[in-house]
């Protein structure tokens, strides 16, 4: 019965674009039917939310623990260094497993399993990823599966391979349940999930990235000695976009090859140092700037850890997430690389940037100091003049404050459909009922029609149009889903007449759907009306049970 309920709370996650059974989850649900790019960028910054914590954690470690070994010699070799040192960069080591149950967890999967293919792709049996630039084609040993050559090299600091690889994970685990039979899935489908899964990251994904980040690196060891600091200043710009891509631990290739030339620096290092800096103060900016004590929380550590150099909370937390914040961190990269370029400036080591930079550029201490103040003022600038909080950009500003102190002191909710209302524990399913996805009620329809039941936007569509979601006043989130496990009915009875992004007025027409076709094909069409943001708003109150018509007061938000 268990697994019953599960498969079936499953599949509900995977139609309605929710990816957990939390609250937080929940609200991200209404951007689940956004434009391909967008869910993209949003499923990244999804994945990294979670794990921000130990990443801003070690990415502070790391940079306090090597500016002391560079300022102090002694401490660097000393025990002390020793310790913190594993402490800092234990996040970072294990950062795929991290990456994997986080993207298991966004795509739907199980995050155990998740975690398994994570280890798998580090597993101390392959050869570490970073040590792999350091060696000839050659001696990389491989694997000779049917005349099929799998190399056994591992994906340390990578991004896009693991969460490529936990996604088809997700798919194949997801198959396996619908076609397994239950007596077996238990054990048939995790088997299967991560044998498939294994081979196909080894064999196919894994060395696909692989060979397209040779390019990009070519690439970019060719553009940063073109003349006149163009390249540079490109270079300068695209940076963030390789960490986005986890490809930037390999410069470290680029960077020794610089140091052993015959000039001995490394013209690297100033390009990304740059480009953190200027992330990091898009970062602070959107802090500083920010009115949710959440979205600040994030930033300001995050733009810390930027400017001693560890860019990934700032650029995954915050400036991914909110785009105008990574292109304004771009355009301040680009300046800061195109005047370290004119400068000369050269590093005497790698692997440190930001302000813990100035310890291996001593002879450029000036110059350097320069580049980061022009990369921190553009891009904290054009962020602080381009950047808006969500909330702001959904205010109407030609609000009066007159008008705001005349506003109602409570937001409403009228009944979406003509029906008996039951309070959301006597909704027959278990998801619905447990109030895992919100509160709200059930309403055992009379009349097959959805309404909308205030004036608001269409967050997400369902692709079976059962289901829906409105955004309303008082930034309410609402779901409607019409009938329980009607999924399975792929929108034969069901119509739709909005799409996502269109604003309604409230009794707007939204979905029509053939009470009589649910019912033959064996199933309640009670129809869940949920907030699924009610966490919220602790004032929350259900206004009535039994019969109601269309657009009856249903429940209310009360004012503080």
């Excluded at 991200?28 to 434009?35: E, Y």
Aim: proline content about 5%.
């Amino acid at each position: 019965m268990v697994l019953i309920q599960i498969k079936v709370y499953d599949e509900f996650l995977s139609v309605s674009g929710m990816t957990a059974a939390t609250k937080e989850e929940v609200k991200a649900a209404a951007a689940a039917q956004q434009p391909i790019f967008k869910r993209m960028i949003k499923a990244l910054g999804d994945v990294f939310v979670p794990i921000l914590p130990a990443i801003v954690a070690s990415g502070l470690m790391m940079g306090l623990v090597e500016a002391l070994g560079k300022a102090i010699p002694v401490f660097a070799g000393s025990d002390w260094y020793g310790i913190l040192d594993l402490m800092a960069n234990t996040a970072f080591t294990f950062l795929p497993i991290l990456i994997a149950v986080s993207a298991a967890r966004v795509f739907g999967g199980n995050i155990f399993l998740g975690a398994v293919i994570g280890m798998i792709m580090i597993h101390p049996n392959l050869i570490n990823a970073w040590s792999v630039g350091s060696m000839e084609v050659a001696d990389i040993p491989v694997w000779r599966l049917f005349g099929f050559p799998i190399r056994q090299v591992g994906y340390q600091g990578h991004v896009i391979p693991v969460v490529i690889a936990v996604w088809l994970m997700c798919k194949i685990e997801k198959w396996l349940h619908k076609h397994i039979p239950e007596m077996i899935d238990l054990f048939v489908t995790p088997l299967c999930t991560v044998l498939l899964t294994a081979f196909l990251t080894l064999g196919i994904i894994g060395p696909v990235f692989s060979t397209a980040e040779s390019y990009v690196l070519d690439f970019a060891g060719w553009i940063i000695t073109v003349g006149y600091g163009i390249g540079a200043m490109i270079m300068g710009a695209l940076y963030p976009l390789t960490v986005v891509c986890g490809i930037h631990h390999m410069y470290n290739v680029i960077e020794a090859g610089l140091l052993s030339a015959e000039d001995g620096l490394n013209i690297w290092m100033p390009i990304a140092s740059a480009a953190n800096f200027a992330q990091g103060a898009a970062c602070l900016a959107v802090g500083l700037k920010a009115k949710k004590l959440k979205t600040k929380s994030v930033a300001i550590p995050s733009s810390l850890s930027a400017a001693l150099g560890i860019t990934e909370p700032a650029i995954f937390g915050v400036n991914l997430r909110y785009v105008k914040p990574l292109i304004c961190g771009m355009i301040g990269g680009a300046a800061g690389a195109l005047l370290g370029s004119i400068f000369h400036i050269g590093a005497t080591s790698y692997g440190v940037t930001g302000i813990p930079g100035f310890l291996i550029t001593l002879d450029y201490t000036i110059q350097y100091a320069i580049i980061l103040i022009v990369s921190f003022g553009i891009s904290f600038t054009l962020t602080w003049f381009t950047w808006k909080e969500e909330v702001e950009e959904k205010e109407n500003t030609k609000n009066t404050e007159e008008e705001k102190k005349i506003e109602p002191a409570a937001k409403m909710l009228f009944a979406p459909l003509k029906g008996n209302v039951i309070p959301r524990e006597e909704i027959p399913d278990e998801t619905f009922a447990s109030g895992v996805l919100g509160d709200g009620v059930g309403i055992e329809p009379e009349i097959g029609e959805v309404v909308a039941p205030f004036d608001g936007e269409i967050s997400s569509v369902t692709d079976t149009h059962h289901a829906i979601g409105i955004t309303g006043p008082g930034e309410m989130e609402v779901l409607i889903h019409v009938g329980i496990d009607t999924v399975n009915m792929h929108g034969d009875g069901f119509k739709i007449f909005v799409s996502e992004g269109e604003k309604v007025k409230a009794g707007q027409k939204l979905i029509t759907f053939d009470i009589s076709k649910i019912k033959a094909a064996g199933y309640s069409t009670t129809t869940a009306v949920l907030l699924t943001n009610s966490d919220d708003y602790p004032n929350f109150k259900v206004l009535k049970t039994g019969n109601t018509n269309k657009m009856e007061q249903l429940f209310t938000i009360e004012s503080e």
